[in-house]
């Protein structure tokens, strides 16, 4: 653990970006795990209890509340200080002049907000003498010096329902709240056990960091924009990319309106993969020209008779030079190689017939009239498609196949903008549906994270806030333990004879 106490929004920031990565990689946490990560990035208890040092409460003086009449002055110890006196000395009475100064009332009346007499601080508060020659009542007045880093400092009650000037932040656990502490949630408890016991920072600091992880877990799960959260609502629970690229195909297409411009064309993403397909194949793009049928069986036979150097068997005026016969090989070679096509080939092919069926069923089912005022250009992109489909199956190439991804992508703007640009009664239905056709990819990462997030960082956020209350209630407890050795030191050196050693224990923390 560090030594010193950083900010709560640091701390924070790194444990939970530590989870983050826990949760992406579908790693397997163990408690002991979780806690070891968790002691790397706490402060200590002892580093945020230093920065207490320095702050020492120098002296107490009350007059006039209560059973304190003229000023009576408390110097405290450096360590811990007990106050041991028999019943109706004033004990509680120090205590409730204590919450006068930092609060402006005591708990006994806040607890008891509707009573009329008996706990109000302004009708019993103030001191009311017994003896009779008490000339003068003083007026209720409370000041506690004290040392910090900026120095000497005085602060000074003298107003019921207001806290002194310069309150010190001291903190009191009485009598009266004990039973209230005992019914009190687990969490309130610590707090109020580690202030008794000492550990003031220590609680606070890590409480605030242990709720800021969840806050960061929980904007992180939930996006702040509408469609996402739409489409995170009515897609089926799916965070892989594929499975929810389908999903999204699905879904637009429900959701789509039902005129012609409405109906989403094919994905220019199939034609896009199989240009780059045809850029890999060198040889499909070959402009040497293929040999005819005929004019292949005549070369062949050309060359299996004719030899170099020798008098050329169909004209019988010449030699047959060697480049000749060459020439002639390579001919018949290229035309042979394209005639018997290669796996890949076959394969993209298939994929071609494949996809252009699919495009030719789109425009066969949005072929009747659109009236709209993107009507002329819906009709011509079309028949731009057609005969860009047309051409690919007449020579297939990386060019051809890119002019119809594009083509396709146009028509999908167009449908786009004639979805935006819808009446407004489902609004966030329809930006979704624009997300999903123009930047599916994009979308496609959004609704993964966020699916992640809650599926695996949420409860992992969780169970180290889990273990960061447990592993302070640890510390609280030992420390409440701890305070039994000095009482039972002065328990020894002031106490009765005989007046047996205590256990101080937090069981029920």
């Not at 979805?419 to 609004?427: F, L, M, N």
Request: glycine content about 6%; some cysteine.
């Amino acid at each position: 653990m560090a030594d010193t106490a950083p900010s709560v929004g640091k701390t924070a920031s790194r444990i939970f970006d530590r989870l983050d990565r826990l949760s992406s990689e579908c790693a397997e946490v163990s408690e002991e795990e979780l806690e070891a990560l968790l002691v790397e990035e706490l402060p200590g208890i002892e580093g945020a209890e230093r920065s207490r040092q320095g702050k020492t409460i120098r002296g107490i003086s009350i007059q006039g509340v209560r059973s304190y009449g003229p000023q009576q002055t408390l110097r405290p110890s450096g360590g811990l200080t007990i106050l041991y006196a028999k019943n109706g000395t004033g004990k509680t009475n120090f205590i409730d002049a204590l919450e006068l100064a930092m609060h402006g009332e005591t708990t006994r009346s806040s607890s008891h907000g509707n009573a009329t007499s008996e706990v109000r601080d302004d009708l019993n508060v103030p001191h009311k003498p017994i003896s009779t020659n008490q000339k003068r009542v003083p007026e209720p007045r409370v000041e506690i010096t004290y040392t910090d880093s900026a120095g000497d400092g005085l602060a000074v009650w003298t107003d019921f329902g207001v806290a002194a000037a310069r309150p010190l932040q001291i903190q009191t656990l009485p009598r009266r709240r004990l039973r209230e502490l005992t019914n009190a949630k687990r969490t309130e408890r610590v707090g109020a056990l580690g202030v008794a016991a000492g550990l003031p920072e220590s609680v606070d600091l890590w409480t605030a960091i242990s709720k800021a992880v969840k806050v960061m877990g929980d904007e992180k799960a939930y996006s702040p924009n509408d469609y996402i959260s739409l489409l995170d609502e009515e897609l089926p629970p799916a965070t892989d990319p594929i499975v929810l690229d389908g999903l999204l195909d699905a879904w637009v297409d429900a959701s789509r309106p039902t005129d012609a411009l409405g109906m989403t064309p094919p994905d220019p993403r199939p034609w896009r993969k199989l240009a780059e397909a045809s850029h890999a194949s060198p040889e499909e793009n070959d402009a040497q020209p293929l040999l005819d049928p005929q004019l292949h069986l005549l070369l062949t036979t050309f060359l299996s008779i004719a030899n170099a150097g020798h008098l050329c068997p169909a004209c019988e005026q010449a030699d047959v030079p060697s480049e000749r016969l060459r020439n002639v090989a390579q001919l018949i070679s290229h035309t042979d190689s394209r005639a018997t096509p290669t796996e890949q080939q076959s394969s993209e092919r298939a994929r071609y017939a494949e996809l252009a069926r699919e495009i030719r069923e789109w425009l066969d089912a949005t072929s009747r009239p659109v009236e709209d005022v993107a009507a002329a250009d819906w009709t011509a992109k079309r028949a731009a498609l057609l005969r860009k489909v047309s051409e690919y199956g007449r020579r297939p190439d990386e060019r051809a196949a890119e002019s119809i991804a594009t083509q396709l992508q146009e028509l999908h703007d167009l449908c786009a903008d004639h979805v935006e640009e819808s009446p407004g009664s489902h609004e966030i239905k329809y930006r979704a549906l624009v997300i999903a056709i123009r930047s599916r990819e994009s979308l496609i990462k959004d609704l993964a994270r966020i699916r992640i997030t809650r599926e695996r960082l949420l409860p992992l956020c969780k169970r180290a806030g889990a273990v960061v209350r447990s592993m302070l209630q640890d510390r609280v407890a030992q420390a409440v333990h701890e305070l039994g050795e000095p009482v039972n030191e002065w328990l020894a050196i002031l106490g009765p004879d005989g007046t047996p050693p205590i256990t101080l224990t937090a069981h029920r923390i």
